[in-house]
């Protein structure tokens, strides 16, 4: 979904915030819309247009800017922050020591900033590339939106659609950049390999432009109908089946192939599940931290996806509260889950529909 106005202005406070705290980091900007061209094609068009109703919004967001957006800068500090992210994702190493390479390369320049170069994670469904995904932004720090090539049915998402139609806008590049104020946002493309209608309008279009430096700094967005230069912008992509992407796309990124966790792996992954669910839900402060050994060798037995083991912890939690609920007797210190509480069955099969005869 695309980011909400305090959303991108909370963004855009934190990234400032985060420069003050560095008083020697010099706010760095660079142009990527030209307001005037923008300022002239609002006045000329009818006020009923789209063209100026475009105009108008995307200069209110750009506005007292010029044009120029910051650029997210990175730190020392991620580097370790990001190797962190080796415990809870320990099948996603690879990928996590090329960002870090990335952004160790762009520490050798005082004016360091976010950047690095397209990357595609693929590996089987459910394996945790958008858990992988979710975790990496927030130590990035940059705005991110997340776009579903599986939902995508033209490539309009990304350049927009022509104002002479009637509902025709810019796209969601152009309206992250100008709504965060910040020119290197990472776009994560969310199942790459599953594009959907017409392949004519096809959203790999736009893609053969914007994965590449030189095309992508004339971007022209068709709601805007002016150059705006994207080669700031930061790409990733996951995905389920290579075959289906167009090989010049592939060509593009660095493609990192994630393998299903060992069962020592596995074990780390757990316990990093269980931590974030008791994290990311207030309840959470009333179950004990540790899970218990057999817990965890119960799930690695019955080799369930990164993504429903945490649907299980979270159903053994309600289980364990559930009978706390009904017992009479106070219960003392943290509750915590046993092998007894993991009840894993095989996923349920869909009824058909209609009539036996």
């Keep these: 979904m695309p980011l909400s106005e305090r959303e991108c202005m909370n963004i855009h406070n934190q990234i400032s915030q985060k420069k003050s705290n560095h008083k020697n980091f010099p706010i760095n900007k ?39 957006l910051e650029l997210v800068p990175v730190y020392r500090s991620m580097l370790n922050n990001l190797m962190r992210l080796v415990l809870t994702f320990p099948n996603f190493r690879e990928v996590i020591e090329y960002y870090a390479h990335q952004i160790a390369l762009q520490l050798l320049d005082e004016e360091a900033f976010f950047s690095v170069d397209p990357v595609l994670i693929a590996g089987a469904p459910g394996i945790g590339k958008t858990a992988f995904s979710n975790a990496l932004t927030k130590v990035l720090n940059a705005p991110i939106d997340i776009l579903s090539f599986s939902s995508a049915t033209a490539g309009f998402v990304l350049s927009g659609s022509t104002p002479t139609w009637s509902e025709g806008k810019p796209g969601r590049i152009v309206e992250l950049m ?26 790999f279009g736009p893609l053969y432009q914007l994965l590449e430096d030189e095309t992508a700094k004339k971007f022209t967005d068709e709601g805007l109908e002016i150059p705006v230069d994207c080669r700031y912008i930061n790409w990733a992509a996951t995905a389920n089946d290579l075959d289906y992407v167009p090989e010049p796309i592939l060509s ?6 994630i393998e299903t966790p060992t069962n020592k792996e596995m074990g780390k992954v757990i316990r990093s599940i269980y931590q ?82």
Aim: aromatic content about 12%.
């Design 276 to 357: 974030n669910v008791l994290k990311n839900n207030r309840w959470g402060r009333y179950f004990s931290a540790e899970l218990d050994k057999a817990v965890i060798e119960k799930i690695i037995e019955f080799n369930v996806s990164p993504r429903r083991i945490q649907k299980e912890l979270k159903k053994a939690c309600a289980k364990i509260a559930f009978d706390y609920a009904l017992a009479k007797r106070r219960h003392k210190g943290l509750f915590k889950i046993m092998e007894k509480h993991i009840v894993i069955k095989s996923e349920t099969k869909k009824m058909p529909i209609g009539f036996y005869q």
């Design 252 to 257: 593009r990124f660095a493609i990192f192939y």
């Design 178 to 203: 100008a709504k965060t104020r910040v020119a290197n946002p990472l776009i994560m493309i969310d199942e790459i390999d599953k594009v959907s209608g017409d392949i004519r309008y096809s959203p």
């Design 30 to 68: 660079v142009k990527i819309f030209d307001v005037e061209t923008m300022e002239k094609r609002k006045e000329i068009a009818g006020h009923r247009s789209n063209v100026y109703q475009n105009m108008k919004l995307f200069l209110s967001y750009l506005e007292n800017t010029g044009g120029e």
